[in-house]
């Protein structure tokens, strides 16, 4: 089942690449939590206590954080290295750990941190893709939204994942809306007549890999001991590389893979130490 959820993530960068061309990037996030909401709407309940919460969660996780991701693929066409700067949300969801909920970490993941920024920065100093470094800006911005949505969930921990996916889209949805009205009016105009492949794209996007690849990863963490299942989530950005090669030729360069391999070893890292310090030190709940 983690494999499954790893190629759907992965795959996810074209289904979002085609409908941003097609759409737009706002209008694209609009139709996306569009979709998503409608297929989440019967889990729709109010959280006594936690609506403030969730209000922020929506802005952050939802609107902030899909919003800069769509920006950098419609100025980007480097989708690898848009996918392996992508994983600096796990040292930044790290870091925030650190500075506002107290979390304690110590030398390997400190350095673990310094290694995944590192070949972040290795890589956007690649003068092949120097075209690319808004994107990779981007993509930053959108990990940093991320990491903070991933703090948030923390604090929803045992909220059904589709009743928050419902409340994410009912927030999103009207910021979205204004954001496309004001930046993109004739792509939003434009929706009646868009082709049936971009609905298949934004489906796919928000069905699929939202709702599908995140409840079932939830489902995961819920009956599993975390040290075995965040690993497994590993692979994503590497197969995620795999796909962008083989469907857009993305080039690769020597400093793109120095600086991938060094950010993937870093996020790898602390992955690994913070799913086992999690097992032993707080019961398993849903992430």
């Known amino acids: 089942m983690i494999l499954a959820i790893d190629c759907i993530w992965a795959c996810n960068i074209v289904?979002?690449?085609e409908s941003v061309v097609s759409a737009g990037p706002l209008v694209t996030v609009l139709l996306r939590y569009a979709v998503a909401t409608l297929v989440c709407l019967p889990f729709l309940r109010w959280l006594p206590g936690r609506m403030h919460i969730i209000l922020i969660t929506g802005l952050v996780a939802g609107a902030g954080f899909m919003t800069l991701g769509a920006l950098s693929f419609a100025v980007a066409d480097n989708l690898s290295a848009l996918s392996i700067v992508g994983q600096l949300g796990v040292p930044f969801s790290l870091i925030l750990a650190v500075i506002f909920m107290g979390e304690r970490i110590r030398w390997p993941r400190i350095t673990a941190i310094a290694i995944a920024i590192t070949g972040a920065v290795v890589m956007g100093f690649d003068p092949a893709i120097a075209d690319e470094?808004?994107?990779?800006?981007?993509t930053v911005g959108a990990a940093m939204c991320w990491a903070g949505?991933?703090?948030?969930?923390?604090?929803?921990?045992?909220?059904?994942?589709?009743?928050?996916?419902?409340?994410?889209?009912?927030?999103s949805v009207p910021v979205m809306l204004v954001?496309?009205?004001?930046?993109?009016?004739?792509?939003?105009a434009a929706i009646p007549q868009l082709p049936i492949s971009t609905w298949g794209w934004v489906a796919y996007s928000a069905i699929i890999s939202s709702v599908i690849g995140h409840g079932g990863m939830t489902w995961l963490f819920q009956r599993y001991p975390v040290a075995v299942v965040s690993p497994l989530t590993l692979p994503t950005p590497l197969i995620s590389v795999g796909v962008a090669i083989a469907v857009y030729s993305t080039p690769i360069t020597n400093q793109m893979l120095v600086g991938g391999a060094l950010t993937f070893v870093g996020v790898a890292i602390i992955t690994l130490r913070?799913?086992?310090?999690?097992?032993?030190?707080?019961?398993?709940?849903?992430l």
Do not use: C, M, Y
């Open 15 to 17: 289904a979002v690449k």
């Open 133 to 138: 470094r808004l994107g990779l800006i981007l």
């Open 149 to 171: 949505g991933n703090l948030l969930f923390r604090s929803l921990a045992g909220v059904p994942v589709l009743t928050i996916h419902a409340w994410l889209g009912l927030i």
């Open 179 to 188: 954001a496309a009205w004001v930046v993109e009016p004739d792509r939003l």
């Open 274 to 286: 913070t799913a086992q310090r999690r097992d032993t030190d707080v019961p398993v709940e849903p």
